[in-house]
């Protein structure tokens, strides 16, 4: 069983096999169930994704359980004042990925003051306002509010 050119597998076509839509969707689900903890995979791909989300405090702490796998656990962030967690919104996909420039990024990050929107850039994962001071567009990957 191997991928198409989409990244997709043949068995199920809307099935994605992105390590880093994996992990966010992981998070989502351990936060909206609100879990102390959830295991999931974590590659050298995702790694950056898990230490941006720690400096954002969406993510608690995370740390490696088995050396031979890249199997993961990690605790996200809950507030004692705030009932309800972060909402994350994913647009990590394969087929429809939102490509954004420094001028609309610029023109959320006027309007949208409170989120932070990660992206995917040519230097790697970033959030809003590190690429628009480095001068960069990128791929949507996450809006957290």
């Known amino acids: 069983m191997g991928l198409d050119s989409t990244g997709s597998s043949p068995v199920f076509p809307i099935m994605i096999t992105n390590k880093r839509s994996y992990f966010l969707n992981q998070l989502k689900l351990g936060s909206t169930n609100r879990k102390f903890f959830f295991d999931a995979e974590i590659t050298t791909d995702v790694k950056p ?5 720690q400096d954002l405090n969406v993510i608690r702490r995370f740390y490696k359980l088995n050396r031979e796998k890249n199997i993961y656990r990690v605790y996200p962030t809950y507030s004692k004042f705030r009932y309800s967690s972060r ?3 994913t647009y990590a ?3 429809g ?13 006027i309007n949208a003051v409170h989120s932070h929107f990660i992206i995917e850039t040519s230097r790697g994962v970033m959030t809003q306002k ?4 480095q001068n960069l567009g990128g791929l949507l990957l996450l809006i957290i509010d």
Do not use: C, E, Q
Not at 49 to 53: K, Y
């Open 49 to 53: 994704l898990a230490n941006l989300l």
């Open 87 to 89: 909402t994350i919104t």
């Open 93 to 95: 996909r394969v087929r």
């Open 97 to 109: 990925r939102i490509r954004l420039t420094v001028h609309s990024l610029r023109l959320l990050d």
């Open 130 to 133: 590190d690429a628009i001071r």
